[in-house]
């Protein structure tokens, strides 16, 4: 089974994730693919971001190994769940979920994780998704925050953890009915 997870920064999509590979299932995650380029490259998310911007090599790379992973893992018979704005997009899924919250709660989020202040973690999310948008409108003509694009909408600001975990299992375990 292949699971793709996608929503908006801070929306818990790498803590649903975890849980859901303790479920057996591969987790492949964009935002890591990502994260680890602009490490290599000393820059911060946002900065790569921009760059991105104007130089789509980059999301291409990050899909073409994100791909790559994925045929990989279900070659072995291994079940996955693909973290990622687009992910969706990227791989053809069983399942695609999307997860959103409310801009306050997933600013707390992103401090907390970030450990920035809530004015730094606000504007990150706001320009990071600014930057997401145009640049996967551009490059690939898709609206991310098109909500036709997936199967399960949830917003993760009315659970925690385990009311999300519910949700999404019972969605899980109904697919392999």
């Known amino acids: 089974m292949l699971i793709t997870l996608s ?16 479920l057996n299932f591969v987790h492949i995650s964009a935002g890591e693919i990502m ?4 490490k290599e490259r000393n820059l911060s998310l946002l900065e790569l971001s921009t760059y991105a911007e104007k130089n789509f090599e980059i999301d291409k790379e990050i899909d073409k190994h994100q791909k790559l992973l994925v045929e990989k893992e279900i ?3 291994n079940n996955c ?20 919250a409310e801009v ?6 992103v401090m ?16 990071r998704e600014l930057s997401e948008y145009k640049r996967f409108k551009e490059i690939y003509n898709i609206d991310i925050n098109d909500l ?8 993760t600001s009315k659970w925690d953890i385990e009311g999300m975990k519910k949700i999404i299992f019972t969605a899980i375990e109904n697919l392999k009915k």
Do not use: H, P, Q
Request: charged share 35%; hydrophobic share 30%; proline share 0%.
């Open 81 to 100: 769940v693909v973290e990622g704005r687009i992910s969706w997009f990227v791989v053809k899924s069983d399942i695609k979920i999307f997860l959103d």
């Open 104 to 109: 306050d709660v997933r600013t707390k989020r």
């Open 35 to 38: 994260r680890g380029m602009a």
């Open 148 to 155: 036709r694009n997936y199967d399960l909408c949830i917003n």
């Open 112 to 127: 907390k994780r970030e450990k920035c202040s809530y004015d730094n973690a606000s504007s990150g999310i706001k320009n």
């Open 75 to 77: 070659k072995k018979g």
């Open 7 to 22: 929503g908006t920064i801070g929306s818990g999509k790498t803590s649903i994730a975890n849980e859901i590979s303790k």
